[in-house]
T-cell receptor, first 116, second 110 residues
Framework: GAVVSQHPSRVICKSGTSVKIECRSL??????MFWYRQFPKQSLMLMAT?????????EQGVEKDKFLINHASLTLSTLTVTSAHPEDSSFYICSARVGQNNSPLHFGNGTRLTVT | GQQLNQSPQSMFIQEGEDVSMNCTSSSIFNTWLWYKQDPGEGPVLLIALYKAGELTSNGRLTAQFGITRKDSFLNISASIPSDVGIYFC??????????FGTGTSLTVIP
């Protein structure tokens, strides 16, 4: 149980375009999902908390207008990188929890974004 | 976000040896999680800890929630080649957002 699926696994886009990444909880409902970003050989940095039916909560320093998050249902959250630039190239990983606060996070397999 | 420091940054060990790594925070946490990440994949949960002093095992892995609530430890006994990967701790003081440690890269030499 507790399977989180991300799509696409890899995407290459040109500078200035937008890219949408989907995160789905396959066998459970998730009112809250979390988006992380990871640069090569570095840790996971929390970008934002995605809340079903309400606005996402962004971590300090993360531009909400650049990283648009939509959590329209209990099983789907999307992250859209708008007007992508090469410095946005990174590994984006979503996670969700089964149950209440303090429950462990279960992660998707990540999306490798390359902006050319 | 919060900064969690892991030590050591990397380890090179012989197959069969035991491994110890730790994670420290400047803040008190009420939940600690340990994950393993293989290249190009998402982290996989190993152990979850919820109480200061708690000691929990998962096969050859044992993790402890430090008494000060500012640290946690992970031990791997009798390492095998498939233990290779990056190990991350993650902590939360709200139970909602989790912040990740800097990671420990483990290499097991057959």
């Amino acid at each position: 149980g507790a399977v989180v699926s991300q799509h696409p696994s890899r995407v290459i886009c040109k500078s200035g375009t937008s890219v949408k990444i989907e995160c789905r909880s396959l066998d459970f409902q998730a009112t809250t999902m979390f988006w992380y970003r990871q640069f090569p050989k570095q840790s996971l940095m929390l970008m934002a908390t995605s809340n079903e039916g309400s606005k996402a909560t962004y971590e300090q320093g993360v531009e909400k207008d650049k990283f648009l998050i939509n959590h329209a249902s209990l099983t789907l959250s999307t992250l859209t990188v708008t007007s992508a630039h090469p410095e946005d190239s990174s590994f984006y990983i979503c996670s969700a929890r089964v149950g209440q606060n303090n429950s462990p996070l279960h992660f998707g397999n990540g999306t490798r974004l390359t902006v050319t | 976000g919060q900064q969690l420091n892991q030590s050591p940054q990397s380890m090179f060990i012989q197959e069969g040896e035991d491994v110890s790594m730790n994670c420290t925070s400047s803040s008190i946490f009420n939940t600690w999680l340990w994950y393993k990440q293989d290249p190009g994949e998402g982290p996989v949960l190993l152990i979850a800890l919820y109480k200061a002093g708690e000691l929990t095992s998962n096969g050859r892995l044992t993790a402890q929630f430090g008494i000060t609530r500012k640290d946690s430890f992970l031990n791997i006994s009798a390492s095998i080649p498939s233990d290779v990967g990056i190990y991350f701790c993650a902590g939360s003081n709200t139970g909602n957002q989790f912040y990740f440690g800097t990671g420990t890269s483990l290499t097991v030499i057959p």
